[in-house]
């Protein structure tokens, strides 16, 4: 893995490397550590400043671009650690404006007015508008315009891209070779399984069920506005049924990133079958280079 910050080349100086995403975190994130020992002539005297360009790279392939926007450095130890965001950091930037069209005019419109340029935009069509008067972010109009729809939005290098989620297929790991360990968690902990629909009186006028009804009710209520074409649908988002998640540690590859998907064929484990990754953290230090991944379990084999 090669590492440079502004240019110059600090892959000889790292001893550790850690990279991550997860679906709610708004941009990548790398941390590397190195040693740092300025009054020592010649020899680990170089360091990483804030606000500095940070390029990770393997065979010639850029795999994270960012901004470093923390330096920390022990007085006891001669170890510096530098945190990088890619240029998703940028989208918590507020927007100002009236953005109308199909959720990717609204994308590349809200980019476009702050600085961001775009790259692949996924736009499933359809009339999205979003007004922002300061108390939304870059992301948040982004989201609002894409509401109801699966999608992950990323950088590669300064561009923004939008894509559905799991759409492209990162790879398969098989057998004990290369998952290394796995855990899997079903839980009706947040459960809502009946919503019961209000009318402006707040009279009960209807409700809507999800079926599960081997675990007690746990209820809420939709309270309708008026505004809504479909009151029952609308009361329909707020019921939660059985959620199940799992993460697995496999041997590490730049592509199982959050957004897309892992096929996991291992006899005799819980987490077989295709997934979505949700969260991910590649993990090198030692020549040992490792990566978890949060899968999102629709279905479980």
């Known amino acids: 893995m090669n590492v440079?910050?502004?240019?110059?080349d600090f892959s000889k100086h790292i001893e550790n490397i850690s990279w991550s995403g997860d679906e709610n975190q708004l941009a990548r994130k790398v941390t590397i550590s190195y040693l740092y020992?300025?009054?020592?002539?010649?020899?680990?005297?170089?360091?990483?400043?804030k606000g500095g360009r940070l390029v990770m790279s393997e065979g010639g392939q850029v795999l994270f671009d960012g901004i470093?926007?923390?330096?920390?450095?022990?007085?006891?130890?001669?170890?510096?650690?530098?945190?990088?965001?890619?240029?998703s950091w940028y989208l918590k930037s507020k927007a100002l404006g009236v953005y109308k069209g199909t959720?990717?005019?609204?994308?590349?419109k809200v980019c476009e007015e702050n600085g961001i340029p775009c790259g692949s935009i996924y736009d499933p069509g359809g009339e999205a508008e979003v007004i922002s008067t300061g108390e939304k972010s870059i992301s948040q109009v982004i989201a609002a315009a894409y509401e109801g729809e699966d999608v992950h939005v990323y950088m590669e290098g300064m561009n923004l891209c939008i894509e559905k989620y799991g759409a492209v297929l990162a790879g398969t790991v098989t057998g004990d070779d290369y998952v290394t360990d796995g855990t899997y968690k079903?839980?009706?902990?947040?459960?809502?399984?009946?919503?019961?629909?209000?009318?402006?009186?707040?009279?009960?006028?209807g409700e809507v069920t999800n079926g599960l009804t081997g675990y007690g009710i746990i209820q809420d209520a939709y309270k309708i506005s008026g505004s809504e074409a479909d009151p029952a649908k609308e009361a329909e988002k707020l019921l939660k049924g059985i959620e199940e998640s799992g993460?697995?540690?496999?041997?590490?590859?730049p592509e199982f990133q959050t957004g897309r998907a892992v096929i996991v064929?291992?006899?005799g484990s819980k987490i077989r079958g295709?997934?979505?990754?949700?969260?991910?953290?590649?993990?090198?230090?030692d020549a040992q280079y490792t990566v978890t991944l949060g899968l999102r379990f629709e279905t479980v084999a």
């Open 37 to 49: 020992a300025p009054e020592s002539p010649g020899i680990h005297n170089l360091a990483a400043g």
């Open 265 to 267: 064929e291992k006899a």
């Open 186 to 205: 079903s839980s009706v902990e947040n459960m809502v399984n009946r919503v019961v629909i209000l009318n402006a009186a707040e009279q009960p006028v």
């Open 4 to 8: 440079a910050v502004n240019g110059v």
């Open 103 to 108: 959720p990717g005019v609204v994308a590349a």
């Open 247 to 253: 993460k697995i540690v496999v041997k590490g590859k």
């Open 68 to 87: 470093i926007v923390t330096e920390e450095r022990s007085e006891s130890s001669i170890t510096m650690k530098n945190t990088a965001y890619d240029y």
């Open 274 to 285: 295709r997934f979505v990754i949700i969260s991910d953290s590649h993990s090198i230090s």
